[in-house]
Nanobody, 122 residues
Framework: QMQLVESGGGLVQPGGSLRLSCAVSGFTLDYYAIGWYRQAPGKERVGLLCISTNDAISYYLNSVKGRFTISRDNAKNTVYLQMNSLKPEDAAVYYC???????????????WGQGTLITVSS
């Protein structure tokens, strides 16, 4: 059974940094692209960025370019989201999601994680 579990969320001050982890089980991470998405209260879920099986990174949201980056450690079955220079508008529930091989956006996800909450406030 495919499972993705996000961790690392919490409260951070504006301008601060946070690293989220997405631990996967029940499938071989080597064969899956992993994307990060977020959903703010009252808004739709949006894609942020994704890492494919060959480590190519696709950015879905321009406002996170230069601030967010993604990496994967297949040996640890974990994908990371490093977030720097956080802004209040980054506050949301953050989700990781798996899809076979390449990054193809949120409509082609095979499995979602349960999400982790990020609050950006002073």
């Amino acid at each position: 059974q495919m499972q993705l579990v996000e961790s690392g969320g919490g409260l951070v001050q504006p301008g601060g940094s946070l690293r989220l982890s997405c631990a996967v089980s029940g499938f071989t991470l080597d064969y899956y692209a992993i994307g990060w998405y977020r959903q703010a209260p009252g808004k739709e879920r949006v894609g942020l960025l994704c890492i494919s099986t060959n480590d190519a990174i696709s950015y879905y949201l321009n406002s996170v370019k230069g601030r967010f980056t993604i990496s994967r450690d297949n040996a640890k079955n974990t994908v990371y989201l490093q977030m720097n220079s956080l802004k209040p508008e980054d506050a949301a529930v953050y989700y990781c999601a798996a899809q076979r091989h390449n990054c193809r956006g949120g409509d082609a996800v095979d499995k979602w994680g349960q999400g982790t909450l990020i609050t950006v406030s002073s």
